[in-house]
């Protein structure tokens, strides 16, 4: 590999120089195509800059790096499982789509229409994030649209670094709101068992509207706890296999991409309301692990509310902002008629974020 | 008297021994200087004022000149050395020797030293950065609050490091003269990583001319590229004050395929990444050494606030870098701490 690549690497380095130099020289080009080549020239080579003040020498972790073990772990710990699922096509078709609307149309014409100087990495997150929210067999427009929508508000809030509100989230929390028949519909039956050729290229034909959620606030049946864990319990095309979304979740721990306190506090808060409301009224609340296990919670988890731009930057405070998230979480499963409140607990988080960073900032300073 | 600190009286801090392992050759070369050469001269303070010593025996940077240069495998010797000056020179203070726990050698030799002698305490730390920094190690030794770019000495902590401790020796005790030094050579922009032996008032030029490789183009940084200096003007003087002299190769041209041409880039003047927005990630109140929150500093100076940044502890800053130094948004965090200053 590493024999292959130095053999092309002149050429192509030579090549690229030139096409920059070009692009460098030609305005209107640059223009058009400045951020395009930015994005393309920053997956193959380095950057030029040098340390101009102290410390002359820097760390070897980027942004590109920090984005790519969150793509690396949720590609093993939703992507993989949620093929063996639910089938090759359904879930090759939808990254498709996303990525194809999300960061090759929509970023590329916001990077030519706003005169950005390069492309943002944090799109391909925000948009692997957006069909893994979706039900498995929603149609491919709503995907599209659902990327569409978090790329143009993250945008408009100012990229990367800017955004007050999960994009994926807030475009997922769009899409409920103008079309909630099309996600209350779609959940495909997971496939188990050893796969055939049809199984494998599109799984079950067995579609259903129930969640294990909507079905215990329906029925007021408790789907197994091992089904839920493994991912044979349906739901989002994402949020289903949770061991591999636990596994990935404190991989993701370890590398100190994730900070370690919002996971612990929201799972923790999660089980110790739940526990306390299932101990006030028994029949009409669901047991502690349940809410553990169920909708998208551990998806929440280790991949929404662990995105450092929306949560609060001071540690203490990442206390409060998961117990909250959690509590809300609780209280809107179980006293709302809404089926999932971890995506509306996260966004409304998202936006306590800033007071209670400034509240924990006055304590500690005392200004 | 043997205390293990706990890692939990330093916070922060990055081992970089791990990621820029140097490896040094054995061979001492002697340089002498063109003129007449200075004589080793630090004005020692008068008795009474020195309450602690602290001999630091812990190099955090891996481009420092290590203990064993100094020390050989003679511990007691040197130690010894420490007695002397404290008998002769600061009667009444006690003395915090700090050990890098891995040398074990060093350690044990010390602990049975400190067995015999009461007025002697062995620390061994990890040698993490910036740990060996004079605010932070009063701080975990002594449990005293040093300021920032306050002198020590105010407090009556001395702080010396093994070199000075030979000279002092030498000079003092002895009273012969001390007019060289070891400096320890290194960077990718050198031939080989060395050991000298110059002489005070030997210009800069002298030693680098013939160690440099020819293809590159280099920089020249005097005690570290972290918190050393950049050097332009090679007629510039060695004095006591130089520990070492990292050159390092110039990358600014791009590279292909930088996830497996990782040497190219490493231990390189390179950014290693763009420029983007603060993602919050939290890596730079992690590394933090004395518990700063850096991120903020860098928001106040883009809303245009200095005067606001001054609330939240800036005058606690020790300016090791090692934020600007992790920031995966490549943020030159220092510079606009020192401009909020």
Not at chain 1, 63 to 85: D, H, N, Q
Not at chain 2, 129 to 150: C, M, T, W
Not at chain 2, 171 to 178: A, F, G, M, P, Q
Not at chain 2, 202 to 221: D, L, P, Q
């Amino acid at each position: 590999m590493k024999k292959i690549l130095s053999k092309i690497e002149t050429p192509l380095n030579k090549n690229l120089d030139r096409i920059e130099s070009f692009i460098h020289s030609h305005g209107k080009v640059n223009f058009l195509f400045g951020a395009i080549f930015e994005a393309f020239d920053g997956l193959l080579r380095s950057s030029k800059h040098t340390a101009q003040t102290q410390p002359f020498i820097r760390n070897n972790i980027d942004t590109k790096k920090f984005m790519g073990a969150v793509l690396i772990a949720l590609v093993i710990g939703w992507v993989l499982p949620a093929m063996y699922f639910f089938g090759l096509q359904c879930v090759i078709s939808r990254l498709i789509v996303s990525f194809g609307v999300g960061v090759f149309v929509v970023d590329v014409i916001w990077a030519i229409i706003a005169r950005e100087d390069h492309i943002s990495e944090g799109g391909f997150v925000s948009c692997l994030l957006v069909p893994a929210i979706l039900p498995p067999q929603s149609p491919l427009w709503l995907v599209g649209l659902g990327a569409a929508m978090a790329i143009i508000f993250r945008n408009i809030m100012g990229g990367v670094g800017h955004n007050l509100v999960n994009p994926a989230l807030f475009s997922r929390l769009f899409l409920t709101i103008c079309f909630p028949s099309f996600l209350a519909t779609g959940y495909q039956v997971p496939f188990v068992g050893i796969p055939d050729l049809h199984t494998l290229r599109y799984g079950l034909d067995t579609i259903t509207h129930a969640t294990p959620f909507s079905e215990f606030k329906a029925e007021g049946t408790i789907t197994s706890y091992i089904s839920l864990l493994l991912g044979t319990a349906n739901g989002s095309l994402g949020e289903t296999c949770r061991l591999a979304l636990i596994l990935t979740g404190i991989w993701l721990i370890k590398m100190k991409v994730a900070n370690w306190r919002l996971p612990v506090s929201y799972f923790g808060s999660v089980f110790v309301f739940s526990g306390m409301f299932s101990l006030l009224s028994k029949s009409t609340t669901a047991p502690p692990m349940f809410h553990l296990l169920s909708g998208g919670l551990v998806l929440g988890a280790f991949f929404m509310i662990t995105d450092p731009i929306t949560t609060t930057y001071n540690q203490k405070a990442k206390w409060i902002y998961g117990i909250g998230c959690g509590f809300i979480t609780v209280l809107l499963r179980n006293y709302t008629t809404l089926a999932e409140g971890a995506m509306y607990a996260i966004l409304l988080m998202n936006l306590l974020a800033v007071p209670i960073q400034s509240f924990m900032i006055k304590i500690k300073y005392r200004t | 008297m043997i205390k293990k600190k706990q890692n939990r009286v330093f916070k922060g801090g990055v081992n970089l021994f791990d990621t820029y392992s140097i490896p040094f050759c054995n061979i001492f070369e002697e340089i002498s200087s063109d003129l007449p050469p200075e004589l080793f001269n630090l004005a020692l303070p008068d008795k009474q004022s020195v309450k602690h010593i602290i001999a630091t025996l812990c190099p955090t940077e891996p481009w420092a000149l290590p203990n064993w240069v100094i020390l050989g495998h003679k511990t007691t010797v040197f130690l010894d050395k420490i007695k002397e000056i404290k008998t002769s020179l600061f009667p009444e203070a006690k003395c915090s020797v700090v050990i890098s726990n891995n040398e074990t050698e060093h350690i044990s030799a010390a602990k049975e030293y400190a067995v015999a002698n009461e007025w002697m305490e062995v620390f061994a730390i990890e040698a993490k950065y910036p740990h060996d920094d004079p605010v932070v190690l009063s701080k975990a030794i002594l449990n005293r609050e040093v300021n920032f770019g306050q002198d020590t000495l105010s407090q009556g902590i001395l702080i010396l490091d093994a070199q000075t401790i030979s000279a002092i020796h030498k000079s003092r005790v002895l009273n012969d003269n001390v007019d060289s030094r070891f400096i320890a050579l290194s960077g990718t922009g050198l031939k080989e990583n060395e050991f000298i032996n110059v002489q005070l008032g030997t210009s800069v030029e002298k030693i680098i001319k013939n160690r440099m490789k020819e293809s590159a183009r280099c920089r020249v940084f005097v005690n570290g590229p972290l918190r050393g200096k950049e050097i332009n003007d090679f007629t510039q003087r060695i004095d006591w004050t130089v520990n070492n002299i990292v050159v390092l190769e110039v990358q600014d041209t791009k590279v292909m395929f930088p996830m497996i041409n990782t040497d190219r880039l490493h231990f390189t003047t390179n950014l290693l990444g763009d420029v983007r927005a603060c993602v919050y990630c939290n890596f730079c109140d992690d590394i933090c050494p004395v518990n700063l929150e850096p991120a903020l500093y860098y928001h106040c100076y883009k809303r245009g606030e200095k005067q606001r940044a001054r609330l939240y502890n800036l005058e606690k800053c020790i300016e090791c870098g090692l934020c600007s130094f992790v920031c995966p948004s490549k943020i030159e965090l220092l510079r606009i701490i020192k401009e909020c200053k």
